[in-house]
Protein backbone atom coordinates (compact mmCIF):
# COMPACT_ATOMS: atom_id res chain seq x y z
CA UNK A 1 0.00 0.00 0.00
CA UNK A 2 1.54 3.48 -1.24
CA UNK A 3 0.99 6.85 0.76
CA UNK A 4 2.13 10.32 -0.82
CA UNK A 5 3.69 12.41 1.24
CA UNK A 6 0.94 15.57 0.57
CA UNK A 7 2.68 19.27 0.12
CA UNK A 8 0.25 20.37 2.64
CA UNK A 9 1.67 17.93 5.40
CA UNK A 10 4.99 17.76 4.55
CA UNK A 11 6.00 21.25 4.40
CA UNK A 12 6.80 21.63 1.00
CA UNK A 13 8.53 18.67 0.77
CA UNK A 14 9.64 16.55 -2.81
CA UNK A 15 6.29 14.12 -3.25
CA UNK A 16 7.40 10.39 -2.62
CA UNK A 17 5.78 7.54 -2.18
CA UNK A 18 6.23 5.32 0.68
CA UNK A 19 5.19 1.48 0.69
CA UNK A 20 3.65 0.70 4.03
CA UNK A 21 3.11 -3.01 5.08
CA UNK A 22 2.09 -4.64 8.21
CA UNK A 23 3.20 -7.60 9.70
CA UNK A 24 3.60 -9.63 13.28
CA UNK A 25 6.14 -8.40 15.48
CA UNK A 26 9.38 -10.72 16.21
CA UNK A 27 12.27 -10.61 19.14
CA UNK A 28 14.26 -9.24 16.23
CA UNK A 29 12.84 -6.12 16.08
CA UNK A 30 13.72 -5.05 19.55
CA UNK A 31 16.32 -2.25 18.49
CA UNK A 32 13.55 -0.56 15.93
CA UNK A 33 11.11 -0.70 18.81
CA UNK A 34 13.39 1.56 21.10
CA UNK A 35 13.37 3.94 18.43
CA UNK A 36 9.95 4.96 19.16
CA UNK A 37 8.91 3.80 22.95
CA UNK A 38 12.49 5.21 24.04
CA UNK A 39 11.44 8.96 22.76
CA UNK A 40 9.61 10.96 25.22
CA UNK A 41 7.75 12.71 22.42
CA UNK A 42 6.04 9.66 21.00
CA UNK A 43 5.29 8.16 25.04
CA UNK A 44 3.58 11.72 25.99
CA UNK A 45 0.19 10.52 25.28
CA UNK A 46 0.66 6.66 25.59
CA UNK A 47 -0.65 5.26 28.67
CA UNK A 48 2.80 3.59 29.65
CA UNK A 49 6.35 5.02 30.13
CA UNK A 50 8.61 5.39 27.85
CA UNK A 51 11.25 2.45 27.68
CA UNK A 52 14.54 2.52 29.48
CA UNK A 53 15.96 -0.57 28.54
CA UNK A 54 16.64 -3.40 25.56
CA UNK A 55 15.81 -5.69 28.59
CA UNK A 56 12.42 -4.17 29.32
CA UNK A 57 11.67 -4.24 25.45
CA UNK A 58 12.52 -7.47 24.59
CA UNK A 59 10.31 -8.29 28.14
CA UNK A 60 7.44 -6.81 26.60
CA UNK A 61 7.86 -8.29 22.91
CA UNK A 62 7.93 -11.59 24.01
CA UNK A 63 5.17 -11.52 26.82
CA UNK A 64 2.64 -8.87 25.45
CA UNK A 65 3.20 -8.03 21.96
CA UNK A 66 4.15 -11.40 20.50
CA UNK A 67 0.69 -13.13 22.21
CA UNK A 68 -1.54 -10.58 21.42
CA UNK A 69 -4.84 -11.18 20.10
CA UNK A 70 -3.78 -8.71 17.17
CA UNK A 71 -0.98 -6.63 17.08
CA UNK A 72 1.32 -5.58 13.81
CA UNK A 73 4.25 -3.56 12.98
CA UNK A 74 4.15 -0.85 10.64
CA UNK A 75 7.06 -1.46 8.62
CA UNK A 76 8.54 0.40 5.46
CA UNK A 77 11.29 -1.81 3.48
CA UNK A 78 10.15 -4.43 6.35
CA UNK A 79 11.88 -2.21 9.11
CA UNK A 80 9.68 -1.38 12.17
CA UNK A 81 8.70 2.21 12.58
CA UNK A 82 5.41 2.08 14.87
CA UNK A 83 2.77 -0.25 15.72
CA UNK A 84 -0.54 -1.07 15.59
CA UNK A 85 -3.74 -2.88 17.69
CA UNK A 86 -6.64 -4.36 17.99
CA UNK A 87 -7.39 -5.36 21.54
CA UNK A 88 -10.82 -7.68 21.39
CA UNK A 89 -13.32 -7.24 24.46
CA UNK A 90 -14.74 -10.22 26.10
CA UNK A 91 -18.20 -11.14 27.38
CA UNK A 92 -20.92 -8.86 26.57
CA UNK A 93 -18.47 -6.57 25.11
CA UNK A 94 -17.01 -8.86 22.46
CA UNK A 95 -19.11 -6.56 19.52
CA UNK A 96 -15.74 -3.96 20.35
CA UNK A 97 -12.61 -3.61 19.86
CA UNK A 98 -10.19 -0.89 21.60
CA UNK A 99 -7.55 0.46 18.70
CA UNK A 100 -4.12 1.49 19.34
CA UNK A 101 -0.90 2.76 17.64
CA UNK A 102 2.24 4.45 17.94
CA UNK A 103 4.93 5.82 15.48
CA UNK A 104 8.40 6.72 15.52
CA UNK A 105 8.71 10.81 15.66
CA UNK A 106 10.79 11.06 12.64
CA UNK A 107 7.61 9.39 10.51
CA UNK A 108 4.55 12.11 12.01
CA UNK A 109 2.89 13.84 9.66
CA UNK A 110 2.91 11.78 6.63
CA UNK A 111 -0.62 10.10 6.28
CA UNK A 112 1.50 6.48 7.92
CA UNK A 113 -0.62 5.99 10.46
CA UNK A 114 -3.83 6.89 8.53
CA UNK A 115 -3.14 4.39 5.86
CA UNK A 116 -2.12 1.87 8.53
CA UNK A 117 -5.75 2.42 9.94
CA UNK A 118 -7.43 1.90 6.72
CA UNK A 119 -5.71 -1.22 6.59
CA UNK A 120 -6.80 -2.55 9.54
CA UNK A 121 -10.02 -1.39 9.39
CA UNK A 122 -10.86 -3.25 6.19
CA UNK A 123 -9.55 -6.58 7.45
CA UNK A 124 -10.31 -6.66 10.99
CA UNK A 125 -14.61 -7.00 10.91
CA UNK A 126 -13.76 -10.13 7.93
CA UNK A 127 -11.05 -11.67 10.21
CA UNK A 128 -13.50 -11.56 13.47
CA UNK A 129 -16.98 -11.52 12.27
CA UNK A 130 -18.57 -10.70 15.76
CA UNK A 131 -16.76 -7.27 15.42
CA UNK A 132 -19.42 -4.51 14.86
CA UNK A 133 -17.45 -1.33 16.62
CA UNK A 134 -13.49 -0.54 16.42
CA UNK A 135 -13.07 2.32 18.60
CA UNK A 136 -9.96 4.98 20.01
CA UNK A 137 -9.90 7.00 22.60
CA UNK A 138 -7.78 10.25 22.04
CA UNK A 139 -6.68 12.74 24.47
CA UNK A 140 -8.00 15.78 23.97
CA UNK A 141 -4.36 17.99 23.32
CA UNK A 142 -3.28 14.90 20.91
CA UNK A 143 -4.49 16.58 17.53
CA UNK A 144 -2.31 14.47 15.42
CA UNK A 145 -4.07 11.07 16.06
CA UNK A 146 -7.94 13.01 16.13
CA UNK A 147 -6.59 14.30 12.33
CA UNK A 148 -5.70 10.48 11.75
CA UNK A 149 -8.93 9.00 12.71
CA UNK A 150 -11.03 11.76 11.11
CA UNK A 151 -9.36 10.92 7.66
CA UNK A 152 -9.63 7.21 8.19
CA UNK A 153 -13.45 7.60 8.63
CA UNK A 154 -14.20 7.32 11.97
CA UNK A 155 -16.89 9.45 13.92
CA UNK A 156 -16.32 11.69 16.61
CA UNK A 157 -19.07 10.09 19.62
CA UNK A 158 -18.51 12.70 22.54
CA UNK A 159 -15.90 14.55 24.86
CA UNK A 160 -15.50 12.14 27.95
CA UNK A 161 -14.00 14.68 30.60
CA UNK A 162 -11.12 13.39 32.67
CA UNK A 163 -11.65 9.96 31.45
CA UNK A 164 -8.08 8.65 32.63
CA UNK A 165 -4.79 9.17 34.42
CA UNK A 166 -1.94 9.48 31.83
CA UNK A 167 1.03 10.25 33.25
CA UNK A 168 -0.04 11.41 36.19
CA UNK A 169 -2.77 14.08 35.19
CA UNK A 170 -6.18 12.83 34.45
CA UNK A 171 -7.56 13.78 31.15
CA UNK A 172 -9.94 15.21 28.77
CA UNK A 173 -10.26 12.23 25.99
CA UNK A 174 -12.34 11.78 23.05
CA UNK A 175 -14.32 8.91 21.43
CA UNK A 176 -13.97 7.56 18.04
CA UNK A 177 -15.41 4.86 16.44
CA UNK A 178 -15.63 3.03 13.48
CA UNK A 179 -18.66 0.41 12.55
CA UNK A 180 -18.34 -2.42 9.95
CA UNK A 181 -21.37 -0.54 9.04
CA UNK A 182 -19.85 2.58 8.07
CA UNK A 183 -18.96 3.15 4.77
CA UNK A 184 -14.94 3.71 4.82
CA UNK A 185 -11.88 3.87 2.29
CA UNK A 186 -10.69 0.81 1.68
CA UNK B 1 -42.93 12.84 48.82
CA UNK B 2 -41.14 14.24 51.53
CA UNK B 3 -37.79 13.80 50.77
CA UNK B 4 -36.86 13.16 54.29
CA UNK B 5 -38.36 9.76 53.66
CA UNK B 6 -35.96 8.75 51.04
CA UNK B 7 -32.55 7.34 52.10
CA UNK B 8 -29.65 5.51 51.53
CA UNK B 9 -28.25 2.26 53.71
CA UNK B 10 -26.47 -1.02 53.01
CA UNK B 11 -28.77 -3.98 52.28
CA UNK B 12 -30.09 -6.34 54.87
CA UNK B 13 -30.70 -10.00 54.49
CA UNK B 14 -34.03 -8.68 56.16
CA UNK B 15 -34.68 -6.38 52.87
CA UNK B 16 -35.40 -9.77 51.37
CA UNK B 17 -39.09 -9.38 50.53
CA UNK B 18 -39.26 -6.19 49.09
CA UNK B 19 -36.55 -6.39 47.33
CA UNK B 20 -37.93 -9.51 45.53
CA UNK B 21 -40.97 -7.35 45.13
CA UNK B 22 -38.83 -4.85 42.34
CA UNK B 23 -36.22 -7.11 41.32
CA UNK B 24 -38.63 -9.88 40.60
CA UNK B 25 -40.38 -7.39 38.13
CA UNK B 26 -38.73 -7.20 34.82
CA UNK B 27 -39.62 -3.72 33.82
CA UNK B 28 -37.46 -2.78 36.47
CA UNK B 29 -34.68 -4.88 35.50
CA UNK B 30 -34.97 -4.30 31.75
CA UNK B 31 -31.79 -2.37 31.33
CA UNK B 32 -29.92 -4.19 34.29
CA UNK B 33 -27.71 -6.73 33.81
CA UNK B 34 -29.49 -8.45 36.62
CA UNK B 35 -31.40 -11.54 36.23
CA UNK B 36 -35.08 -11.08 37.29
CA UNK B 37 -35.38 -12.55 40.56
CA UNK B 38 -37.57 -15.42 41.05
CA UNK B 39 -38.03 -16.26 44.87
CA UNK B 40 -37.98 -14.54 48.06
CA UNK B 41 -35.15 -17.60 48.42
CA UNK B 42 -33.22 -15.93 45.66
CA UNK B 43 -33.44 -12.72 46.61
CA UNK B 44 -31.95 -13.83 49.98
CA UNK B 45 -29.16 -15.24 48.54
CA UNK B 46 -28.40 -12.50 46.25
CA UNK B 47 -28.56 -9.85 49.10
CA UNK B 48 -26.11 -12.09 51.02
CA UNK B 49 -24.22 -13.03 47.81
CA UNK B 50 -23.89 -10.15 45.88
CA UNK B 51 -25.47 -7.14 47.61
CA UNK B 52 -24.15 -7.15 50.86
CA UNK B 53 -20.21 -7.71 50.29
CA UNK B 54 -20.28 -5.47 46.97
CA UNK B 55 -17.97 -2.56 47.33
CA UNK B 56 -20.38 0.16 47.08
CA UNK B 57 -24.05 -0.53 46.91
CA UNK B 58 -27.07 0.97 48.46
CA UNK B 59 -30.78 -0.04 49.13
CA UNK B 60 -32.95 3.25 47.89
CA UNK B 61 -35.66 3.05 50.89
CA UNK B 62 -38.54 4.88 51.20
CA UNK B 63 -39.73 4.79 55.06
CA UNK B 64 -36.16 2.48 55.56
CA UNK B 65 -38.37 0.03 53.43
CA UNK B 66 -35.99 -1.51 50.25
CA UNK B 67 -37.75 -0.16 46.96
CA UNK B 68 -34.60 0.07 44.32
CA UNK B 69 -30.92 0.51 44.77
CA UNK B 70 -27.78 2.31 43.80
CA UNK B 71 -24.31 0.78 42.63
CA UNK B 72 -21.18 2.11 42.26
CA UNK B 73 -17.93 0.21 40.46
CA UNK B 74 -14.85 2.58 40.73
CA UNK B 75 -11.85 1.13 37.75
CA UNK B 76 -8.21 0.92 38.90
CA UNK B 77 -4.44 1.46 37.06
CA UNK B 78 -5.40 4.70 34.68
CA UNK B 79 -9.08 3.89 35.56
CA UNK B 80 -9.07 4.90 38.83
CA UNK B 81 -10.07 8.58 38.47
CA UNK B 82 -13.04 6.74 36.89
CA UNK B 83 -16.63 5.52 38.67
CA UNK B 84 -19.71 3.84 37.11
CA UNK B 85 -23.24 4.31 38.45
CA UNK B 86 -25.59 2.38 38.31
CA UNK B 87 -29.72 2.66 39.95
CA UNK B 88 -33.19 1.02 39.25
CA UNK B 89 -36.57 1.74 41.35
CA UNK B 90 -39.66 0.30 42.09
CA UNK B 91 -42.27 0.51 39.32
CA UNK B 92 -44.59 2.30 41.88
CA UNK B 93 -42.39 4.80 42.18
CA UNK B 94 -41.23 5.60 39.30
CA UNK B 95 -41.75 9.45 37.68
CA UNK B 96 -41.83 11.06 41.31
CA UNK B 97 -38.37 12.04 41.42
CA UNK B 98 -37.27 9.79 43.86
CA UNK B 99 -34.25 7.99 41.56
CA UNK B 100 -32.90 11.73 41.11
CA UNK B 101 -33.55 12.39 44.66
CA UNK B 102 -31.36 9.25 45.43
CA UNK B 103 -28.38 9.46 42.93
CA UNK B 104 -28.28 13.43 44.16
CA UNK B 105 -28.14 12.08 47.47
CA UNK B 106 -25.54 8.74 46.61
CA UNK B 107 -23.06 11.68 44.55
CA UNK B 108 -21.38 13.79 47.74
CA UNK B 109 -21.10 10.05 49.52
CA UNK B 110 -19.39 8.89 46.25
CA UNK B 111 -16.48 10.90 46.09
CA UNK B 112 -16.15 10.90 49.78
CA UNK B 113 -15.14 7.33 49.78
CA UNK B 114 -13.32 6.94 46.80
CA UNK B 115 -11.00 9.37 47.36
CA UNK B 116 -9.01 8.82 43.94
CA UNK B 117 -12.27 9.17 41.98
CA UNK B 118 -12.45 12.40 39.69
CA UNK B 119 -15.15 11.45 37.22
CA UNK B 120 -18.79 9.49 38.09
CA UNK B 121 -20.00 8.21 35.13
CA UNK B 122 -22.99 6.50 33.43
CA UNK B 123 -24.01 4.75 30.68
CA UNK B 124 -27.78 4.50 29.51
CA UNK B 125 -29.86 2.38 26.91
CA UNK B 126 -30.82 5.32 24.41
CA UNK B 127 -34.12 4.36 24.78
CA UNK B 128 -34.23 4.62 28.14
CA UNK B 129 -35.37 8.15 28.22
CA UNK B 130 -36.94 7.91 31.90
CA UNK B 131 -32.90 7.23 33.44
CA UNK B 132 -31.70 10.11 30.89
CA UNK B 133 -33.74 12.49 33.09
CA UNK B 134 -33.18 11.06 36.72
CA UNK B 135 -29.36 12.13 35.76
CA UNK B 136 -29.96 15.36 33.97
CA UNK B 137 -32.17 16.76 37.12
CA UNK B 138 -29.33 15.14 39.16
CA UNK B 139 -26.53 17.64 37.81
CA UNK B 140 -24.94 15.19 35.07
CA UNK B 141 -23.75 16.03 31.85
CA UNK B 142 -24.97 14.23 28.62
CA UNK B 143 -21.15 13.60 26.45
CA UNK B 144 -22.04 11.31 23.67
CA UNK B 145 -24.10 8.60 21.94
CA UNK B 146 -21.59 5.37 21.97
CA UNK B 147 -22.94 3.05 18.89
CA UNK B 148 -23.38 -0.27 19.27
CA UNK B 149 -21.16 -0.21 22.63
CA UNK B 150 -22.18 -3.75 24.43
CA UNK B 151 -24.84 -6.39 24.40
CA UNK B 152 -26.80 -6.41 26.82
CA UNK B 153 -29.81 -9.69 27.57
CA UNK B 154 -28.30 -11.09 24.23
CA UNK B 155 -28.78 -7.24 22.40
CA UNK B 156 -26.39 -4.98 20.59
CA UNK B 157 -26.96 -1.18 22.30
CA UNK B 158 -26.51 2.07 22.00
CA UNK B 159 -25.80 4.05 24.92
CA UNK B 160 -25.69 7.46 26.14
CA UNK B 161 -22.72 8.38 28.56
CA UNK B 162 -23.56 10.76 30.78
CA UNK B 163 -20.33 12.14 33.57
CA UNK B 164 -20.53 14.52 36.58
CA UNK B 165 -16.83 15.61 38.10
CA UNK B 166 -16.08 15.83 41.58
CA UNK B 167 -15.39 19.59 40.55
CA UNK B 168 -19.10 19.91 39.42
CA UNK B 169 -20.65 19.29 42.73
CA UNK B 170 -21.41 22.22 44.65
CA UNK B 171 -21.09 22.35 48.47
Known amino acids: ?186 | MDPSRITLRKFRPTDADDLFSWAGDDQVTRYLRWKTLESKQEALTFIEEVCMPHPWRRSICIDDCSVGFISVFSGSGEDRCRADIGYAVAVEFWGQGIASKAVEMAIPQVFQDFPELVRLQAYVDVENKASHRVLEKAGFSKEGLLRKYFYLKGRIKDLVVYSILSKDESI
Open chain 1, 1 to 186: MSVNLDKSEGEGRVQESLEITLRPIELSDVDDFMVWAADDKVTRFCLWDTYTSKEQALNYIKNCAIPHPWLRVICIENCAIGAISVTPGSGFDRCRGELGYVLSYNYWGKGIVTRAVQMVASTIFKEWPYLERLQAIVATDNNGSQRVLEKAGFQLEGLLRKYRVIKGKTKDEVMFSLLSTDNFLV
